[in-house]
């Protein structure tokens, strides 16, 4: 099972899904292949978890979670497969202070995008790109990044 496969899913559950990060972004690369990703990052309404967390253990993913964990997504482990980061927010009140308002219209400004074969949807292209450069804010504050 790759990537689209479990895309599909998602399509098939009717559960609404926004791939994030590289996910996205390595299908810009000329050659996508070689960009790595450690993880398929993805964002799911809140209210949708539960659907979820059935649907990829039907899939025999295993839930998991990071030790530094705050509270803002959840681990799906299978081996020999992508690692799946569900996100349920992209403003974590732990690292977030003030107005986050600006999360209340991601869902309304995506765009449909190809993915491992399947049709799915991504952030706006300025909210990917503000998503990617908090993302790797909170990294090097907290443990580092490597630029791929």
């Known amino acids: 099972m790759?990537?689209?496969?479990?895309?599909?899913?998602?399509?098939?559950?009717?559960?609404?899904?926004?791939?994030l990060k590289g996910l996205v972004v390595r299908e810009c690369f000329p050659i996508p292949q070689p960009r790595t990703m450690s993880d398929a990052g993805v964002l799911?309404?809140?209210?949708?978890?539960?659907?979820?967390?059935?649907?990829?253990?039907?899939?025999?993913?295993?839930?998991?979670?990071?030790?530094?964990d705050h509270g803002a997504h959840i681990v799906f482990v299978k081996s020999g497969q992508p690692v799946f980061e569900?996100?349920?927010?992209?403003?974590?009140?732990a690292f977030f202070k003030g107005d986050t308002?600006?999360?209340?219209n991601l869902w309304k400004e995506t765009v449909e995008v190809e993915v491992g074969?399947?049709?799915?949807?991504s952030l706006g292209i300025e909210d990917l790109a503000v998503h990617i450069?908090?993302?790797?804010?909170?990294?090097?504050?907290?443990?580092?990044?490597?630029?791929?």
Request: glycine share 10%; net charge positive; aromatic share 10%.
């Open 86 to 93: 569900l996100n349920w927010t992209l403003a974590n009140k």
């Open 117 to 121: 074969g399947t049709k799915t949807i």
């Open 133 to 148: 450069c908090i993302h790797m804010a909170v990294y090097l504050a907290h443990k580092g990044f490597g630029v791929r």
């Open 44 to 68: 799911v309404y809140k209210e949708d978890l539960g659907r979820v967390s059935k649907m990829m253990d039907d899939l025999g993913y295993t839930q998991t979670k990071y030790k530094d």
């Open 2 to 19: 790759k990537v689209g496969a479990v895309l599909e899913s998602f399509n098939e559950n009717e559960i609404p899904v926004i791939g």
């Open 101 to 104: 308002s600006w999360v209340d």
